[in-house]
């Protein structure tokens, strides 16, 4: 059986990686995260996947040809509507471009499968990027239209951490790092979509690979 190298980059505590396991068990997942305590804790949480603590930036573009799969999910303060809304009470900073920097490498570089995720912008999104709920996504496959069955907007709204660690199965007081723990929790991709995409690559591969045996078998 083939196995499926998966690279997951700001990987972070893991909330788009938490449910990759019913997915497939032919999963080889490294993971990449710069903050030492968050990739602490996602080693504690997924201690099977290879934790990787480094510029994820900096790693797609040494490593990308490796893998099968990529998901990377770069910082999306400075693309935030809260940070547009900001702009009367804190310094405006220019968004950062790393966003659509890895999008374009993706696009033109990468002959695997791949998604970028991000907020939802407060410009008009270049590069035409699907939206689902809170987030916005690129890719090179069709996000479904329905990539979860849960709604975490009125959650995140609602700014109760006890409510988020209940919607990630996750306790985020474990924490003791630099981040904020109630924005780092907002932040997380619900893991029910996580699995709707990474299912929706594998099925493509699965897919592609019948065909082409079918093909051989025939010849």
Known sequence: MKKY??????????????????????????????DPEAARLYKERFPQDEVIIADAHQYLLDHYKEF?????????PTHS???????????????DMKLYEEIIFLKYHFTGKWVVENVNPYYEPMYNPVIRERHTYWSNFQIPNKISNRNDTALVQASKLQDLCDFHDYDFRKYKGEQRVLKMARNLVDYEAGKTILQTALNIYEKNNTTQKTIFDEM
């Not at 509507?81 to 968004?95: D, E, H, I, L, N």
Request: aromatic fraction near 16%; hydrophobic fraction near 40%.
């Open 68 to 76: 099968d799969f990529i998901w990377s999910s770069p910082p999306c």
């Open 81 to 95: 509507k809260s940070r547009y809304w900001a702009f009367g009470k804190t310094m405006p900073v220019y968004p």
């Open 5 to 34: 190298k998966i690279l997951n980059l700001y990987a972070c505590l893991g909330g788009n990686r938490y449910k990759w396991d019913e997915v497939a068990d032919n999963l080889e997942i490294t993971a990449v995260e710069l």
